[in-house]
């Protein structure tokens, strides 16, 4: 991968990562509605001036306004509600774990939405590892239904479970689309749909949150959500699906990061080993790391050894 492309991933993940730094400030004095609508309000518009500005139109058929609407509600405002209201009950470091599962979800969903791969064991291992490794970041010992940590948690996973679920569909809705209108699309149907319930149901906000927890909000619109995207689809162009993946795993160090330098966030050593066990459970679950069988080792070592002896 050339080096520009690996510096826009490393940007990437660090504006990924942190958003939920953005949101856990912002959330602290505003209600999650009002949070989301800001920031889908702000972000489709940035992205629809881009759009515009690209020589891009929005789709006139009825049937992708449709598939927008269901992406917008399932795959964005539904998730970036869970997961603002699940940051009100933990860590910024924690929600950026538990959002990483999304690829494991994306596997399990594909295989019985699709059957367009095989689960085998070891990528049904990878698949129990990863959330092996949620487990571990979490605590077991702190896990039960009646508390605000543990009800923060599973909302931040149905989140994940959302992103899964709205990838596939999206992938099937929008093929052969322009991938910054669906984008866009989805925001803007998002906001349409969020705006007023936020405005009818909470209004504004008084006394009016600080200048801090505001340009918290506006910096996880701009740069967390049009920037990202926007960068996003420029890399999709560019490398492909599969490499532009490996921000899955920049983004939760990322957030980790800043949590603690920001919010004074503690880094156990559980939520480290949970983290690398999650990284280890999404590259087995999608097949990005074989085991060979001893078969297999000794027929490429005896190419090899027969590559060596022909080079002398």
């Known amino acids: 991968m050339q080096t520009r492309y690996m510096g826009v991933l490393l940007l990437l993940g660090a504006l990924w990562g942190a958003s939920f730094l953005f949101i856990k400030i912002g959330v602290a004095e505003m209600p999650p509605a009002t949070l989301v609508a800001i920031r889908l309000a702000v972000g489709s518009a940035?992205?629809?001036?881009?759009?515009?500005?690209?020589?891009?139109?929005?789709?006139?058929k009825l049937r992708a306004w449709g598939d927008m609407f269901f992406v917008g509600i399932i795959g964005t405002v539904v998730p970036y509600m869970l997961i603002t209201w699940g940051e009100q009950h933990i860590t910024s470091g924690m929600a950026s774990i538990l959002n990483a599962t999304m690829p494991l979800f994306t596997v399990l969903l594909t295989y019985v939405w699709t059957r367009e791969e095989r689960l085998n064991g070891l990528r049904l291992f990878g698949v129990l590892l990863g959330f092996v490794g949620v487990v571990v970041a979490v605590g077991v010992e702190h896990l039960s239904l009646t508390a605000a940590d543990t009800q923060g948690q599973l909302a931040v996973l149905l989140a994940s479970l959302c992103y899964a679920i709205t990838g596939i569909y999206a992938r099937r809705a929008f093929r052969g689309m322009p991938a910054l209108i669906p984008a866009t699309g989805q925001m803007l149907t998002g906001a349409i749909i969020i705006v007023p319930i936020a405005l009818l149901g909470y209004g504004i906000p008084s006394p009016l949150p600080s200048p801090l927890a505001l340009g918290a909000v506006l910096a996880l619109a701009v740069f967390g959500t049009a920037i990202a995207y926007i960068l996003l689809y420029w890399?999709?162009?560019?490398?492909?699906?599969?490499?532009?993946?490996?921000?899955?795993?920049?983004?939760?160090?990322?957030?980790?990061?800043?949590?603690?330098?920001?919010?004074?966030?503690?880094?156990?050593?559980?939520?480290?080993?949970?983290?690398?066990?999650?990284?280890?459970?999404?590259?087995?679950?999608?097949?990005?790391?074989?085991?060979?069988?001893?078969?297999q080792r000794r027929a490429a070592l005896a190419e090899a050894t027969a590559a060596c002896q022909g080079e002398v």
């Open 46 to 60: 940035i992205l629809l001036g881009v759009l515009y500005a690209r020589g891009l139109r929005m789709p006139n």
């Open 235 to 295: 890399l999709l162009e560019r490398i492909g699906a599969a490499r532009n993946s490996m921000v899955t795993y920049l983004l939760p160090p990322f957030a980790l990061l800043y949590g603690a330098l920001f919010l004074r966030e503690s880094i156990t050593i559980e939520t480290v080993l949970g983290l690398g066990l999650v990284i280890v459970g999404i590259l087995l679950a999608n097949g990005l790391i074989k085991l060979q069988s001893a078969s």
